[in-house]
């Protein structure tokens, strides 16, 4: 009430129909039509899944999820595979098209060459005589040239000279005036600067100063006035003063004037720096007057050097103009040369052109021969290979997506799975329309050769399954995270990527995150190994990819911060264990891929081994040879590239790309040695493989074995044992069998040695109950392996027919044929080999005999045989000789004529025995594999501690698996004491708080050679990690672990028990003794000899002793018998017996015997104190006064009838040490006070035991080759169901009389009892009815099949009562078919006594609670005669008559005689009831003498005839009867209620005995509601 649940169902076929047609609304497929059948086919696909996934569950028991997630990213992959794949395609199909096409256009154009090549012979001689004519004209007018070039070369150098002298001359004039030019430049620029004002200035002045006086009167002289202030007043007034200066003809200077400037230059003061300081406008006037005087002197040495210029220039021009003449003439003589020339060359080059076109036509038809010759194979080849490519282009929508659809969906199925799915989908293709390949595979479309010859020199096993699975791991666009509890897949990944920096992380690894952080950034792959069933929310980012663009760099956040994201990073991820259970969260966000080892892959890697052993030559030439044709193949793969990739880029003509020819030409040579080379080797590989397969009986054999040694981790946890382990053990046994010549003779051995030796190494870890299933197992799957049992015969010896009720056959009459019998012969028909069985009952003995044992279905001398001597069949085939099963089997003859004993294989014979003599199963099964494999697979291995030592080192520790009341310490001590290592032994009991002692000892141990035993592991389940990973720890490359170091370990069967250190450690089973004989030996061997001969009462005291002993034995055995032993199984152990003996110890001291002490305090308080049911406390009492009571003393007295048992009259140890050892091996149920019938229970125990342990571990139908499913068998057995009980019990249409009130107001109490069980059948009704109508939903897909549905199918299927409607009913041990029956016989017996009234008698077994029913008839009694009713008990009377159920319900729906019939001879009793219905065990009842008496043989639970319970006040039952309690099941233990008794008892029930109580008790004897058939 404080949240709300939102509910999130599957997505409907509408909604992911929806989804798939809008992803694919812009997608170009080629064909629009196609859109609509893609999209539905997703959704069938997704749909296909889901149910595959249940079915998957069903029968493996494995889980896989698909979610919306799953099914978007089906569409995703598809669209990107399909652009791929389609861009893949295509351009390889454009390649090789080219390189076929340039071939083709090649074949043409040698055709138009040799034409062209005849056409140009006789052009080629005419145009080498045109160029011979021009060459010689040519030669000519050359020398002609030669003498006019010579001499314009002559004058040229005249001219030169001329030229030169010239320049030499104004080179010199020039250099003179450059000093004067830049004076003038200067003065210029000075008088530019000067304006009017300046002018205005100077002109003020009336009396100037002296040196502006100078400056004006040097201006006047060079103007030519005179030189005093007045003139130069005048001057300065003229307004063109400036420009007058400027351009002043400063070239033509008179003489004169320059005289009367002198005294002005060479006065001192007349200088611009001192003019300044008088006036700045003179100063720039004083610069000019300077630069004139400089410029004119310069000039009178420059004029004669000009005019000296003058002429030469004259002279250079005259002698330039002829030089021009002659260069001229010369000019147009090389003009026609060149003209001539460029004939010449012309004509050159189109012969030149002429002779290279013929050269190299030639070449071309050269390398067109070459081409078209190495080609031509190819040129087929490449034809097929276009062809090939156009049917994948034309057929990749469909292909594609059944590739895209594997990847996406079926990694965690295994193969049979995966087969079916594809199967289906490609049957749905083509129903839709869409173009798919017939042979379509995942490898096929997504994988090539050469890629997968790389993976398997890697490590990857050579089975189609595992090369699925390297695509799925290479292909998918999520990470991968790999079941592999073999670890191949973890070998294949460290060798593929060990080459690019693998880094190996586990989730345990302190820095784990580091190492990832770092991968990512700089791109090597990690490999994550040990995932468990959750992942670390850390590796979310990067298992989503969740990278983001940031600053033109790609980044992923992983923990708190970005880092930079490598596209050339991997992740990969293994997970050890053999089924995990990933929930939908982990599956989306991986591809999750079953790497488990096939059996053919498994085959394959111990061929290997087998051969590497037996013939080490042959193994290293195959694998040499292997790697060369792989590499030769990859070579041949690279040429072919080449030379497609030369065709396809070469551009113009082909033929002219000499380096392409050359390359092709040397390619196809290189290609021809390597297909030779390869063709041999494949010849040799093939040979090679004929002699290997002679081996491969072996490995399959071997094959067969693990998957045997792998399934019975399910059986027991403790029973683990890695692929590796298997390995060295199988080549261990290989290396060291006995070695023979013959092969056929070594196969033998070999077959012989590796069956028995893992036999003997894995059974000594297995339980002593589950040894008979191991080798049993071992031999049917041996057998299976080699087709001589088949799966209907092995499917109906574990299940039987089918739970459905079938209608039979009418039985003959024949007087001894039963109706079991009968029904029996029925259902073995269903098996091939048993046609025939119901019509030779009747008519001849069928009888065969397996081992020790004859099953005899009718009796062998009847003489209503019509064929009591059936004709001989024919003989059998020649016996195997492939060494695969001794040849005991015969394949079924086809022709079945003959007696069943020489028709039937010995499986099949198995199967007579379960039918006939079901509870023999077990012993028949032992004589079974003894005959097909040997006796030695029926003992139990002998295990010596010093044996295991061997097999331990200082990092194998040693298991030791416990069962209840062993313990293995005290055989440890003895052991460590041989190998004087008693001071030097650490041992402590695990539990709470003492693992980090532990730990601390291995860790001191390790260093200094100690040994270490850990006991109890199974107590610190918290520390069980811890543990794990200090073992593994041993074998770290830096670990330094003493070579005298030793682990023991010792734990009960729990799952907390690390997997790892089972897989990779020596285990042992220790169990307490079985048997009286071994029980008795092992408390004598505990026993000093003072203590037991030295006693003052001697004889007695041995006596008493050993009585307590072989008392102790008895009650631990009788554990064997089940609930005829013991209600409740109470584990006594040797400690009770300790006790025992020492408060007999004490009470004897005085050498007096307290016989009510002795007795009271063992029976009621050492032994009597575990016992906490009533029942079981007086059994306990009885047994015990026959071993331990005054008469056992009496000297002849013996413990059983049979006189073998009793206590020796000796005082010596050795003497009682040497009788049990001559003591029976096997123990017969009169020593225990039993009926020989009791053996009957306990080996149908026994044999039920046997089947349930090995169907447990069985896929859940095992695949037949007809029939119907498991869907069919499920829903039909539902309908049936359904048909056979009706909606619901109604107390409205009861009698009026039976809820009337009497005159008291009180309604009678069988009423009320009446009332609350119709509720109780009512509510039973509605959950059967219910469940029912579910699971039929939920097989048509209706609605989801639930975890509780899945549990009511497999029920279904095992025959079995659903929990679900167990829960629900009332306590029954019946299989389901029987249950329904009696669930019908029930409903009918409440409903006819609503309908008719009170019957004449009650079927005690059909009311949910009995109990009820029987208070009410007491609380009636004390009503009727008002008697108080805790003061009430009842008297029983047996009566002679005999009443069943079914006779009553046949009666019932028969005529009202028949019912008259059954009632008749029944006395009405006034008071109690009548009761029908109860079965008896251990018991019968004698008609004749109306007492109980003892069973007949093999009649295991007789009826009890009526029996009339009548409710007396205070009565004392008649102490010769015996007081037999009456359970409503064979299971007897139920919970023990506030009464001390158990919930399933019901009542005690007198019997009259002519034997004494005790005699029945020691029996078991019982009565029982129900029975478990």
């Given at each position: 009430?404080?949240?709300?649940?939102?509910?999130?169902?599957?997505?409907?076929?509408?909604?992911?129909?929806?989804?798939?047609?809008?992803?694919?609304?812009?997608?170009?497929?080629?064909?629009?039509?196609?859109?609509?059948?893609?999209?539905?086919?997703?959704?069938?696909?997704?749909?296909?899944?889901?149910?595959?996934?249940?079915?998957?569950?069903?029968?493996?028991?494995?889980?896989?999820?698909?979610?919306?997630?799953?099914?978007?990213?089906?569409?995703?992959?598809?669209?990107?595979?399909?652009?791929?794949?389609?861009?893949?395609?295509?351009?390889?199909?454009?390649?090789?098209?080219?390189?076929?096409?340039?071939?083709?256009?090649?074949?043409?154009?040698?055709?138009?060459?040799?034409?062209?090549?005849?056409?140009?012979?006789?052009?080629?001689?005419?145009?080498?005589?045109?160029?011979?004519?021009?060459?010689?004209?040519?030669?000519?007018?050359?020398?002609?040239?030669?003498?006019?070039?010579?001499?314009?070369?002559?004058?040229?150098?005249?001219?030169?000279?001329?030229?030169?002298?010239?320049?030499?001359?104004?080179?010199?004039?020039?250099?003179?005036?450059?000093?004067?030019?830049?004076?003038?430049?200067?003065?210029?620029?000075?008088?530019?600067?000067?304006?009017?004002?300046?002018?205005?200035?100077?002109?003020?002045?009336?009396?100037?100063?002296?040196?502006?006086?100078?400056?004006?009167?040097?201006?006047?002289?060079?103007?030519?006035?005179?030189?005093?202030?007045?003139?130069?007043?005048?001057?300065?007034?003229?307004?063109?003063?400036?420009?007058?200066?400027?351009?002043?003809?400063?070239?033509?200077?008179?003489?004169?004037?320059?005289?009367?400037?002198?005294?002005?230059?060479?006065?001192?003061?007349?200088?611009?720096?001192?003019?300044?300081?008088?006036?700045?406008?003179?100063?720039?006037?004083?610069?000019?007057?300077?630069?004139?005087?400089?410029?004119?002197?310069?000039?009178?040495?420059?004029?004669?050097?000009?005019?000296?210029?003058?002429?030469?220039?004259?002279?250079?021009?005259?002698?330039?103009?002829?030089?021009?003449?002659?260069?001229?003439?010369?000019?147009?003589?090389?003009?026609?040369?060149?003209?001539?020339?460029?004939?010449?060359?012309?004509?050159?080059?189109?012969?030149?052109?002429?002779?290279?076109?013929?050269?190299?036509?030639?070449?071309?038809?050269?390398?067109?021969?070459?081409?078209?010759?190495?080609?031509?194979?190819?040129?087929?080849?490449?034809?097929?290979?276009?062809?090939?490519?156009?049917?994948?282009?034309?057929?990749?929508?469909?292909?594609?997506?059944?590739?895209?659809?594997?990847?996406?969906?079926?990694?965690?199925?295994?193969?049979?799975?995966?087969?079916?799915?594809?199967?289906?989908?490609?049957?749905?293709?083509?129903?839709?329309?869409?173009?798919?390949?017939?042979?379509?595979?995942?490898?096929?479309?997504?994988?090539?050769?050469?890629?997968?010859?790389?993976?398997?020199?890697?490590?990857?096993?050579?089975?189609?399954?595992?090369?699925?699975?390297?695509?799925?791991?290479?292909?998918?666009?999520?990470?991968?995270?790999?079941?592999?509890?073999?670890?191949?897949?973890?070998?294949?990944?460290?060798?593929?990527?060990?080459?690019?920096?693998?880094?190996?992380?586990?989730?345990?690894?302190?820095?784990?995150?580091?190492?990832?952080?770092?991968?990512?950034?700089?791109?090597?792959?990690?490999?994550?190994?040990?995932?468990?069933?959750?992942?670390?929310?850390?590796?979310?980012?990067?298992?989503?990819?969740?990278?983001?663009?940031?600053?033109?760099?790609?980044?992923?956040?992983?923990?708190?911060?970005?880092?930079?994201?490598?596209?050339?990073?991997?992740?990969?991820?293994?997970?050890?264990?053999?089924?995990?259970?990933?929930?939908?969260?982990?599956?989306?966000?991986?591809?999750?891929?079953?790497?488990?080892?096939?059996?053919?892959?498994?085959?394959?890697?111990?061929?290997?081994?087998?051969?590497?052993?037996?013939?080490?030559?042959?193994?290293?030439?195959?694998?040499?040879?292997?790697?060369?044709?792989?590499?030769?193949?990859?070579?041949?793969?690279?040429?072919?590239?080449?030379?497609?990739?030369?065709?396809?880029?070469?551009?113009?003509?082909?033929?002219?790309?000499?380096?392409?020819?050359?390359?092709?030409?040397?390619?196809?040579?290189?290609?021809?040695?390597?297909?030779?080379?390869?063709?041999?080797?494949?010849?040799?590989?093939?040979?090679?493989?004929?002699?290997?397969?002679?081996?491969?009986?072996?490995?399959?054999?071997?094959?067969?074995?693990?998957?045997?040694?792998?399934?019975?981790?399910?059986?027991?946890?403790?029973?683990?044992?890695?692929?590796?382990?298997?390995?060295?053990?199988?080549?261990?046994?290989?290396?060291?069998?006995?070695?023979?010549?013959?092969?056929?003779?070594?196969?033998?051995?070999?077959?012989?040695?590796?069956?028995?030796?893992?036999?003997?190494?894995?059974?000594?870890?297995?339980?002593?109950?589950?040894?008979?299933?191991?080798?049993?197992?071992?031999?049917?799957?041996?057998?299976?392996?080699?087709?001589?049992?088949?799966?209907?015969?092995?499917?109906?010896?574990?299940?039987?027919?089918?739970?459905?009720?079938?209608?039979?056959?009418?039985?003959?009459?024949?007087?001894?044929?039963?109706?079991?019998?009968?029904?029996?012969?029925?259902?073995?028909?269903?098996?091939?080999?048993?046609?025939?069985?119901?019509?030779?009952?009747?008519?001849?003995?069928?009888?065969?005999?397996?081992?020790?044992?004859?099953?005899?279905?009718?009796?062998?001398?009847?003489?209503?045989?019509?064929?009591?001597?059936?004709?001989?069949?024919?003989?059998?085939?020649?016996?195997?000789?492939?060494?695969?099963?001794?040849?005991?089997?015969?394949?079924?003859?086809?022709?079945?004529?003959?007696?069943?004993?020489?028709?039937?294989?010995?499986?099949?014979?198995?199967?007579?025995?379960?039918?006939?003599?079901?509870?023999?199963?077990?012993?028949?099964?032992?004589?079974?594999?003894?005959?097909?494999?040997?006796?030695?697979?029926?003992?139990?291995?002998?295990?010596?501690?010093?044996?295991?030592?061997?097999?331990?080192?200082?990092?194998?520790?040693?298991?030791?698996?416990?069962?209840?009341?062993?313990?293995?310490?005290?055989?440890?001590?003895?052991?460590?004491?041989?190998?004087n290592y008693s001071e030097r032994i650490h041992s402590i009991s695990l539990g709470q708080g003492q693992g980090p002692i532990a730990e601390k000892m291995i860790a001191n141990a390790s260093k200094n050679g100690d040994w270490v035993f850990l006991q109890n592991c199974h107590l610190?389940?918290?520390?069980?990690?811890?543990?794990?990973?200090?073992?593994?720890?041993?074998?770290?490359?830096?670990?330094?672990?003493?070579?005298?170091?030793?682990?023991?370990?010792?734990?009960?069967?729990?799952?907390?028990?690390?997997?790892?250190?089972?897989?990779?450690?020596?285990?042992?089973?220790?169990?307490?003794?079985?048997?009286?004989?071994?029980?008795?030996?092992?408390?004598?061997?505990?026993?000093?000899?003072?203590?037991?001969?030295?006693?003052?009462?001697?004889?007695?005291?041995?006596?008493?002793?050993?009585?307590?002993?072989?008392?102790?034995?008895?009650?631990?055995?009788?554990?064997?018998?089940?609930?005829?032993?013991?209600?409740?199984?109470?584990?006594?152990?040797?400690?009770?017996?300790?006790?025992?003996?020492?408060?007999?110890?004490?009470?004897?001291?005085?050498?007096?015997?307290?016989?009510?002490?002795?007795?009271?305090?063992?029976?009621?308080?050492?032994?009597?104190?575990?016992?906490?049911?009533?029942?079981?406390?007086?059994?306990?009492?009885?047994?015990?006064?026959?071993?331990?009571?005054?008469?056992?003393?009496?000297?002849?007295?013996?413990?059983?009838?049979?006189?073998?048992?009793?206590?020796?009259?000796?005082?010596?140890?050795?003497?009682?040490?040497?009788?049990?050892?001559?003591?029976?091996?096997?123990?017969?149920?009169?020593?225990?006070?039993?009926?020989?019938?009791?053996?009957?229970?306990?080996?149908?125990?026994?044999?039920?035991?046997?089947?349930?342990?090995?169907?447990?571990?069985?896929?859940?139908?095992?695949?037949?080759?007809?029939?119907?499913?498991?869907?069919?068998?499920?829903?039909?057995?539902?309908?049936?169901?359904?048909?056979?009980?009706?909606?619901?019990?109604?107390?409205?249409?009861?009698?009026?009389?039976?809820?009337?009130?009497?005159?008291?107001?009180?309604?009678?109490?069988?009423?009320?009892?009446?009332?609350?069980?119709?509720?109780?059948?009512?509510?039973?009704?509605?959950?059967?009815?219910?469940?029912?109508?579910?699971?039929?939903?939920?097989?048509?897909?209706?609605?989801?099949?639930?975890?509780?549905?899945?549990?009511?199918?497999?029920?279904?299927?095992?025959?079995?009562?659903?929990?679900?409607?167990?829960?629900?009913?009332?306590?029954?041990?019946?299989?389901?078919?029987?249950?329904?029956?009696?669930?019908?016989?029930?409903?009918?017996?409440?409903?006819?006594?609503?309908?008719?009234?009170?019957?004449?008698?009650?079927?005690?077994?059909?009311?949910?609670?009995?109990?009820?029913?029987?208070?009410?008839?007491?609380?009636?009694?004390?009503?009727?005669?008002?008697?108080?009713?805790?003061?009430?008990?009842?008297?029983?009377?047996?009566?002679?008559?005999?009443?069943?159920?079914?006779?009553?319900?046949?009666?019932?729906?028969?005529?009202?005689?028949?019912?008259?019939?059954?009632?008749?001879?029944?006395?009405?009793?006034?008071?109690?009831?009548?009761?029908?219905?109860?079965?008896?065990?251990?018991?019968?009842?004698?008609?004749?003498?109306?007492?109980?008496?003892?069973?007949?043989?093999?009649?295991?639970?007789?009826?009890?005839?009526?029996?009339?319970?009548?409710?007396?006040?205070?009565?004392?039952?008649?102490?010769?009867?015996?007081?037999?309690?009456?359970?409503?099941?064979?299971?007897?233990?139920?919970?023990?209620?506030?009464?001390?008794?158990?919930?399933?008892?019901?009542?005690?029930?007198?019997?009259?005995?002519?034997?004494?109580?005790?005699?029945?008790?020691?029996?078991?004897?019982?009565?029982?509601?129900?029975?478990?058939?």
């Open positions: 009430n404080c949240c709300t649940i939102d509910w999130f169902i599957e997505w409907p076929r509408e909604a992911l129909l929806s989804v798939a047609q809008t992803f694919f609304e812009n997608v170009e497929l080629g064909d629009e039509s196609l859109k609509e059948p893609i999209a539905e086919m997703c959704v069938e696909i997704h749909t296909s899944v889901s149910s595959m996934a249940e079915v998957f569950y069903a029968e493996l028991r494995r889980h896989y999820y698909t979610t919306p997630t799953s099914y978007l990213e089906l569409i995703n992959l598809y669209l990107s595979m399909l652009q791929t794949k389609r861009k893949q395609l295509v351009s390889s199909r454009d390649k090789i098209a080219t390189g076929l096409k340039k071939l083709l256009e090649t074949n043409d154009l040698v055709i138009n060459m040799e034409a062209e090549l005849t056409a140009l012979e006789p052009e080629l001689k005419k145009k080498s005589a045109e160029t011979e004519e021009l060459m010689n004209k040519l030669s000519v007018d050359q020398e002609k040239a030669s003498e006019v070039r010579s001499v314009v070369a002559k004058e040229e150098a005249v001219a030169k000279k001329k030229a030169s002298e010239t320049e030499a001359i104004k080179d010199d004039a020039q250099k003179d005036l450059d000093q004067a030019l830049p004076a003038l430049q200067a003065a210029n620029k000075a008088l530019d600067s000067l304006d009017k004002s300046d002018i205005a200035e100077i002109r003020v002045f009336s009396k100037p100063p002296e040196l502006v006086a100078t400056v004006m009167e040097s201006i006047c002289i060079l103007f030519n006035t005179r030189p005093d202030w007045a003139s130069a007043k005048q001057l300065l007034g003229d307004t063109s003063l400036m420009k007058r200066m400027i351009e002043y003809d400063k070239d033509n200077i008179p003489e004169a004037t320059l005289k009367k400037l002198k005294k002005y230059i060479e006065n001192p003061k007349f200088l611009p720096e001192i003019v300044e300081k008088t006036s700045k406008a003179c100063k720039s006037m004083c610069l000019w007057v300077r630069a004139m005087d400089l410029y004119a002197h310069v000039c009178k040495t420059v004029e004669p050097k000009r005019e000296r210029l003058k002429v030469a220039e004259t002279e250079l021009s005259k002698v330039m103009a002829q030089l021009q003449e002659k260069q001229l003439a010369l000019s147009e003589i090389e003009a026609k040369i060149a003209e001539l020339q460029a004939s010449y060359d012309k004509s050159v080059k189109e012969k030149e052109e002429l002779t290279q076109n013929i050269a190299q036509t030639a070449a071309r038809l050269k390398r067109a021969a070459k081409l078209t010759t190495g080609l031509a194979d190819e040129q087929i080849r490449w034809h097929e290979s276009v062809k090939k490519y156009e049917d994948e282009i034309g057929n990749i929508v469909g292909n594609v997506f059944v590739a895209a659809a594997c990847v996406a969906y079926y990694g965690a199925f295994t193969s049979l799975y995966r087969e079916k799915l594809i199967r289906n989908w490609v049957k749905r293709c083509k129903e839709l329309k869409i173009p798919v390949s017939e042979d379509i595979s995942l490898i096929s479309v997504l994988a090539d050769a050469y890629e997968i010859r790389k993976w398997n020199e890697d490590g990857l096993p050579r089975d189609t399954v595992s090369t699925e699975n390297a695509v799925l791991v290479t292909r998918s666009r999520r990470w991968p995270l790999m079941i592999d509890p073999q670890e191949q897949a973890n070998r294949w990944v460290r060798n593929m990527e060990t080459r690019n920096g693998l880094k190996v992380i586990k989730l345990s690894d302190p820095n784990y995150l580091r190492t990832l952080e770092n991968a990512i950034r700089i791109g090597t792959p990690v490999l994550l190994e040990e995932v468990g069933e959750q992942l670390d929310p850390s590796l979310e980012p990067v298992l989503l990819k969740q990278t983001f663009m940031q600053g033109g760099r790609l980044l992923i956040r992983l923990g708190d911060s970005d880092i930079d994201y490598d596209k050339n990073f991997r992740f990969y991820m293994t997970t050890k264990l053999s089924n995990p259970h990933y929930l939908p969260e982990v599956c989306i966000k991986v591809t999750v891929i079953n790497f488990t080892v096939t059996k053919s892959g498994l085959e394959d890697q111990l061929l290997s081994d087998v051969v590497r052993l037996e013939r080490p030559d042959l193994e290293t030439q195959r694998n040499q040879l292997v790697v060369q044709i792989n590499k030769a193949k990859n070579e041949l793969r690279k040429i072919e590239d080449t030379i497609l990739k030369l065709l396809f880029e070469s551009t113009g003509n082909i033929l002219d790309d000499e380096k392409l020819i050359r390359t092709l030409d040397a390619s196809k040579v290189t290609s021809g040695q390597i297909s030779k080379r390869l063709a041999e080797a494949e010849q040799t590989e093939l040979q090679i493989s004929k002699a290997r397969e002679k081996y491969r009986t072996v490995a399959t054999r071997g094959s067969v074995m693990y998957f045997v040694v792998a399934t019975l981790a399910e059986v027991d946890p403790m029973y683990q044992y890695s692929l590796k382990y298997f390995n060295q053990l199988f080549n261990m046994c290989i290396e060291s069998s006995e070695k023979s010549n013959d092969l056929e003779e070594r196969l033998v051995i070999l077959l012989k040695n590796t069956t028995s030796t893992v036999y003997t190494n894995v059974a000594r870890g297995l339980f002593e109950q589950h040894k008979i299933v191991f080798s049993f197992m071992l031999c049917i799957d041996i057998l299976r392996q080699a087709n001589k049992i088949s799966d209907d015969e092995w499917n109906f010896f574990l299940r039987g027919s089918s739970g459905m009720e079938k209608e039979y056959p009418e039985k003959p009459a024949s007087p001894w044929l039963t109706t079991a019998v009968w029904k029996a012969c029925c259902d073995m028909e269903e098996v091939p080999a048993f046609k025939g069985m119901c019509k030779d009952i009747v008519s001849t003995p069928v009888h065969c005999k397996l081992g020790r044992w004859e099953v005899q279905a009718n009796p062998s001398d009847w003489d209503g045989y019509s064929d009591p001597n059936p004709p001989s069949p024919p003989p059998p085939p020649p016996p195997p000789t492939d060494g695969t099963a001794t040849n005991k089997e015969e394949a079924p003859a086809i022709n079945i004529s003959g007696h069943w004993d020489k028709r039937l294989t010995s499986f099949q014979k198995l199967i007579m025995v379960k039918t006939f003599m079901e509870e023999k199963v077990v012993f028949a099964a032992i004589d079974f594999v003894s005959e097909q494999l040997g006796p030695q697979f029926v003992e139990s291995p002998p295990v010596k501690l010093s044996t295991l030592y061997d097999d331990m080192s200082n990092i194998t520790p040693l298991v030791f698996v416990l069962s209840t009341g062993s313990d293995p310490m005290s055989s440890f001590l003895r052991f460590a004491k041989e190998m610190a389940a918290s520390w069980m990690l811890r543990m794990e990973n200090v073992i593994k720890g041993f074998s770290a490359p830096d670990a330094h672990i003493h070579e005298d170091f030793r682990l023991f370990l010792s734990s009960m069967p729990d799952k907390c028990f690390p997997v790892s250190v089972l897989q990779n450690s020596v285990k042992v089973t220790n169990e307490p003794p079985k048997g009286l004989r071994t029980n008795v030996r092992r408390a004598l061997a505990d026993f000093q000899t003072v203590f037991f001969e030295g006693h003052i009462l001697g004889v007695t005291w041995c006596k008493l002793v050993f009585g307590l002993c072989f008392f102790h034995a008895v009650i631990q055995e009788r554990k064997k018998f089940g609930p005829l032993g013991w209600n409740i199984k109470y584990e006594f152990n040797d400690s009770d017996r300790e006790c025992a003996l020492d408060n007999l110890k004490i009470f004897l001291e005085e050498g007096e015997l307290p016989w009510d002490a002795m007795t009271f305090i063992t029976g009621e308080i050492t032994y009597g104190g575990r016992v906490t049911d009533s029942w079981d406390q007086r059994c306990l009492r009885t047994i015990l006064k026959r071993f331990f009571a005054p008469h056992t003393l009496e000297e002849d007295y013996k413990y059983s009838n049979s006189g073998i048992y009793y206590s020796p009259e000796s005082d010596s140890l050795q003497m009682y040490k040497d009788y049990v050892e001559g003591l029976p091996y096997s123990d017969e149920p009169e020593i225990f006070g039993m009926h020989p019938n009791a053996n009957i229970a306990f080996q149908t125990q026994e044999t039920y035991a046997l089947l349930f342990t090995i169907l447990d571990v069985q896929p859940r139908m095992a695949s037949s080759g007809g029939g119907k499913t498991s869907d069919e068998i499920v829903y039909e057995l539902a309908e049936s169901i359904l048909n056979k009980i009706p909606e619901k019990l109604d107390l409205d249409r009861a009698k009026p009389e039976l809820f009337e009130a009497d005159e008291k107001g009180q309604i009678n109490s069988l009423s009320t009892v009446l009332s609350q069980e119709v509720d109780r059948f009512n509510n039973l009704l509605r959950v059967i009815k219910n469940s029912l109508r579910q699971i039929q939903k939920a097989i048509k897909g209706l609605v989801v099949m639930s975890e509780q549905l899945e549990k009511v199918y497999t029920s279904f299927i095992n025959n079995q009562v659903p929990s679900m409607w167990a829960n629900a009913a009332y306590p029954s041990m019946k299989p389901l078919s029987s249950w329904v029956k009696d669930l019908v016989f029930r409903i009918d017996f409440i409903d006819r006594w609503i309908e008719n009234g009170q019957p004449f008698s009650f079927w005690l077994s059909g009311f949910f609670f009995p109990q009820g029913f029987l208070t009410g008839t007491l609380q009636n009694h004390a009503r009727k005669y008002n008697l108080p009713i805790d003061e009430l008990s009842f008297h029983f009377s047996v009566l002679p008559k005999y009443l069943s159920q079914e006779e009553l319900y046949n009666a019932a729906h028969g005529s009202e005689q028949e019912m008259e019939a059954l009632q008749e001879g029944v006395e009405v009793h006034e008071d109690g009831v009548m009761v029908h219905g109860l079965f008896m065990e251990a018991m019968r009842w004698d008609n004749e003498a109306m007492v109980i008496t003892d069973s007949l043989p093999g009649e295991m639970n007789p009826p009890i005839p009526m029996m009339h319970m009548e409710p007396r006040r205070n009565y004392t039952p008649d102490p010769t009867n015996y007081l037999c309690p009456l359970y409503k099941t064979g299971a007897r233990a139920g919970v023990l209620s506030t009464t001390g008794h158990s919930t399933n008892f019901v009542v005690p029930v007198q019997l009259p005995s002519s034997e004494s109580q005790g005699y029945w008790i020691v029996k078991g004897a019982a009565l029982f509601c129900q029975l478990s058939e």
